[in-house]
């Protein structure tokens, strides 16, 4: 059988407003039931939806309840436990006001890419979550229309952001604030840190921190290590920090970096905690289950993530509340890998 001609692409946002002679924030507006809009230009772009066939039965359930109940989720990762927490967080909030959530993930960090992950999202015509923990989600944030209702989950700010409708956080600062402030107290001379990598400048909100705790108690500051998200990044920090035998502390970014440090200080031959005491940051599940058991601070992302959809939720639907933005609070969890440090051996009597 011989066809001729080629597939015809689905018509996008920018199409109906093509069609329309409107602008794509308009069509967008009208999708989502924005009071805005004027009668003869909602008219105009219902029509170019209908011609168009752009999402049409995605779009007819929108324009009939006045809103398109549906949510993107924009992030680079989705399996490190912050992420995925956050995106538990989303659905349950979302699935209870009966949204519906889509995830797209940012393959890559060029300017071209992410601006082309931005567009795809802004045609469905729904709101849109940023989780920008890292550069490709940071210029994700940065690259959506102004009036598009979206919201984006940032690393701690240094000072409250003018949009901070728009943006929720943990306090980072803090949790590592307590974690290194634990450490120190079991009379740790100084704390070594493996740091994550910041999508939003050069030092992260939990490297801040726990170079905070370090100046208020007077204690060394070491150079921090660079890790990366996951245990083999930890693993390979591990072993340069083992080789030193004047580290007896090790705070760690997240709980996946802590396990990749706990290998490399088993496979050097030293222990956990008698010669060395080890933090994480997060709470990973697996955290309570290690041998020995993580100490490390605890964060509610899941908790988190039904924050940044109940911001979203306001935004795109007059009758949802605006409320602040509650930040999690940090709880530090004390298990089994932090203690106090070693006894050194006094130098023999002349």
């Known amino acids: 059988m011989h066809v001729t001609g080629h597939t015809r692409r689905p018509a996008s946002i920018r199409d109906v407003a093509a069609a329309a002679g409107v602008s794509y924030q308009t069509v967008s507006r009208v999708i989502n039931g924005h009071p805005s809009v004027s009668p003869d230009t909602r008219e105009r772009v219902v029509a170019a939806i209908g011609t168009l066939g752009f999402r049409r039965n995605a779009t007819a359930l929108a324009l009939a309840g006045g809103r398109n109940r549906a949510v993107t989720v924009l992030t680079a990762r989705t399996t490190p436990y912050g992420h995925a927490s956050l995106l538990e967080g989303i659905e349950e909030a979302a699935r209870a006001v009966s949204y519906t959530v889509g995830i797209s993930v940012l393959a890559s960090e060029e300017d071209s890419a992410v601006a082309s992950a931005v567009r795809r999202a802004a045609d469905t015509g729904g709101g849109l979550i940023v989780i920008a923990y890292d550069p490709a989600g940071v210029r994700a944030l940065a690259a959506l229309p102004a009036d598009l209702p979206a919201v984006g989950v940032v690393e701690t700010p240094a000072r409250p952001p003018a949009d901070g409708l728009r943006r929720v956080w943990t306090d980072d600062r803090e949790a590592a604030r307590l974690a290194t402030r634990h450490l120190l107290s079991l009379g740790h001379e100084t704390v070594h840190y493996v740091a994550l990598p910041s999508g939003t400048r050069r030092t992260g909100a939990r490297t801040a921190g726990w170079r905070a705790a370090l100046r208020e ?24 920090l083992a080789r030193d035998p004047a580290v007896t502390a090790v705070l760690c970014g997240n709980d996946d970096l802590a396990l990749g440090v706990l290998r490399a200080l088993h496979e050097s031959g030293r222990s956990v905690p008698g010669e060395v005491s080890v933090a994480g940051f997060d709470d990973a599940p697996h955290s309570a289950c290690l041998t020995p058991s ?50 050194r051996p006094h130098p023999p009597l002349p």
């Open 294 to 343: 993580l100490t490390t601070v605890r964060l509610d992302f899941t908790g988190l993530g039904r924050t940044a959809f109940a911001r979203l939720h306001g935004l795109m639907e007059e009758s949802a509340p605006r409320t602040p933005h509650p930040a999690p609070v940090p709880e530090l969890v004390v298990r089994e890998s932090s203690g106090p440090p070693p006894v």
């Open 217 to 240: 108690a007077g204690a060394p500051e070491p150079r921090p290590v660079r890790g990366g998200w996951g245990p083999a990044d930890g693993r390979a920090a591990g072993l340069r």
